[in-house]
């Protein structure tokens, strides 16, 4: 059996009467029958190897815990609002092995996004461009090596300039 299904649309321009347009649906039980079979159906983490209970907080606290001494997944900041988000690594596709980043520069670039790397020396390595960039050149590329002292990361930009920041808690 079929449902019948009627919605109120504007009547168009002009003029300020709504028009009954309809449709024909398939009723709860024709639906149920054509449904798959929710076994069938992949989990979110099928495959992906992600435990997508696993998350970067302290259970008894609720509070962001640091990576790992060599890690720098995470977010730190400064004292003049300069952000630096490192997500997890990338296990798939395009970017597998590298990192999602993101920058925020008060008053300067604003807001930059890109990839990081990890480097065999223990460093890393970004680059980042401004999210209002209208080129597609690299003019535009700010790029950077960084470094764990602690909890903080030092940040040393290619053109000059370095930037400390600390792990937001």
């Known amino acids: 059996m079929?449902?019948?299904?009627?919605?109120?649309?504007?009547g168009g321009p002009g003029t300020d009467e709504a028009q009954?347009?309809?449709s024909t649906s398939a009723s709860p039980e024709?639906?149920?029958?054509?449904?798959?079979?929710?076994?069938?159906?992949a989990s979110a983490d099928e495959g992906t190897g992600?435990?997508?209970?696993?998350?970067?907080?302290?259970?008894?606290?609720?509070?962001?815990?640091?990576?790992?001494?060599?890690?720098?997944?995470?977010?730190?900041?400064?004292?003049?609002g300069k952000t630096l988000t490192i997500g997890e690594k990338y296990?798939?596709?395009?970017?597998?092995?590298?990192?999602?980043?993101?920058?925020?520069?008060?008053g300067g670039d604003g807001i930059l996004t890109g990839l990081g790397l990890d480097r065999s020396d223990g460093s890393f390595r970004v680059a980042l461009k401004p999210i209002s960039s209208d080129t597609e050149s690299d003019s535009?590329?700010?790029?950077?090596?960084?470094?764990?002292?602690?909890?903080?990361?030092?940040?040393?930009?290619?053109?000059?300039g370095r930037d400390i920041l600390a792990w937001v808690e």
């Not at 609720?62 to 730190?76: E, K, N």
């Open 140 to 160: 535009d590329v700010r790029a950077a090596t960084l470094t764990r002292s602690g909890d903080d990361v030092d940040v040393t930009w290619d053109d000059g």
């Open 50 to 80: 992600d435990d997508l209970t696993d998350d970067a907080t302290d259970d008894s606290t609720g509070s962001a815990t640091p990576p790992d001494a060599t890690g720098f997944a995470g977010q730190r900041q400064d004292d003049s």
């Open 2 to 10: 079929a449902a019948r299904v009627i919605a109120a649309v504007d």
């Open 30 to 41: 024709e639906a149920e029958e054509t449904a798959a079979d929710p076994t069938d159906a």
């Open 91 to 106: 296990t798939s596709g395009e970017f597998k092995g590298k990192y999602a980043i993101s920058y925020i520069e008060p």
């Open 20 to 22: 009954a347009d309809s």
